[in-house]
C-alpha cells in the first residue's frame, strides 16, 4: 500500500538560508499534519490542513510557513534557518473523520542547520 | 508541558519477556494512538483505541485504555529484538482538528 511521502530524506543547510520540505500523502487522504522531532523528544505538533486550507496551529515559528496545493501534497517553506531548526520532520497524513482516524507518518525529513 | 507523559522512559528485557509501557494524560480525548519509532526513522502506527473502548488486541499487541485515570497501556507479548525502539503514545482531543499530541516516549530495549 502506499503511504505518506517525504522529500528530501536528508537536507543540510546553513545558518540563514531557506529549506523547503515536501509531503505526497496517502492516496485519498484530505488532511496533512507537520511534526518536529528534535534530538532525544517527542514530535511537536507544527501544522495542520484538511482540504487544502489550513485546519489547526502549533508551535510553528513565524520563519515558517506551509500549505497544500489543489493535489493535496503539501510543502514546508523554513526561512532564516537557525542551529536550533535541525530536526526530523514529519508530515503525516489522515482522513479526516469526527471520532479522528490514523495518522500514517512519512519516513521524516532530516534537517541539519551549519 | 506535555500531554502524555510515559513510563518507563526506558526498559530494557529479554528476548520472550513480556513489555509493558504506560501513558498518562491530561485532558479529555477522542482516540489514543500507539506508534513505534526505530533511531531516527518515521514513526510506525501500531494501533488505534477510541474513548469509548477500554481493551484492543492487534498480534502481540494488547492496548488498554482507562479513561477516568487518563491512562493508557501498551502490552508487547513474547518480545522480540526487533521490537527494540521507542514507542510513543499520542492523544487527540476533541475539537482539536486530529492534532495528535504525543508522550515522552519509551525507549525499549529487547536483548538477544
Known amino acids: 500500500a502506499a503511504g505518506v511521502i517525504q522529500s528530501p530524506r536528508h537536507l543540510i543547510k546553513e545558518k540563514r538560508e531557506t529549506a523547503t520540505l515536501k509531503c505526497y500523502p496517502i492516496?485519498?487522504?484530505?488532511?496533512v499534519y507537520w511534526y518536529q522531532q528534535g534530538p532525544g523528544q517527542d514530535p511537536q505538533f507544527l501544522i495542520s490542513?484538511?482540504?487544502?486550507?489550513?485546519?489547526d496551529k502549533g508551535s510553528i515559528p513565524d520563519r515558517f510557513s506551509a500549505q497544500q496545493f489543489s493535489d493535496y501534497h503539501s510543502e514546508l517553506n523554513m526561512s532564516s534557518l537557525e542551529l536550533g531548526d535541525s530536526a526530523l520532520y514529519f508530515c503525516a497524513s489522515s482522513l479526516y473523520a469526527r471520532q479522528a482516524t490514523e495518522a500514517f507518518f512519512g519516513q521524516g525529513t532530516r534537517l541539519t542547520v551549519v | 508541558s506535555q500531554q502524555g507523559e510515559e513510563d518507563p522512559q526506558a526498559l530494557s528485557i529479554q528476548e520472550g519477556e513480556n513489555a509493558t509501557m504506560n501513558c498518562s494524560y491530561k485532558?479529555?480525548?477522542?482516540?489514543l494512538q500507539w506508534y513505534r519509532q526505530n533511531s531516527g526513522r518515521g514513526l510506525v502506527h501500531l494501533i488505534l483505541?477510541?474513548?469509548?473502548?477500554r481493551e484492543k488486541h492487534s498480534g502481540r499487541l494488547r492496548v488498554t485504555l482507562d479513561t477516568s485515570k487518563k491512562s493508557s497501556s501498551l502490552l508487547i507479548t513474547a518480545s522480540r529484538a526487533a521490537d527494540t525502539a521507542s514507542y510513543f503514545c499520542?492523544?487527540?482531543?476533541?475539537?482539536?482538528?486530529?492534532?495528535?499530541?504525543f508522550g515522552t516516549g519509551t525507549q525499549l530495549k529487547v536483548e538477544l
Open positions: 492516496p485519498r487522504h484530505d488532511t
Open positions: 485532558t479529555s480525548i477522542n482516540n
Open positions: 490542513f484538511y482540504e487544502k486550507m489550513q485546519s
Open positions: 499520542a492523544t487527540d482531543a476533541p475539537g482539536g482538528g486530529n492534532k495528535l499530541t
Open positions: 483505541i477510541r474513548s469509548n473502548e
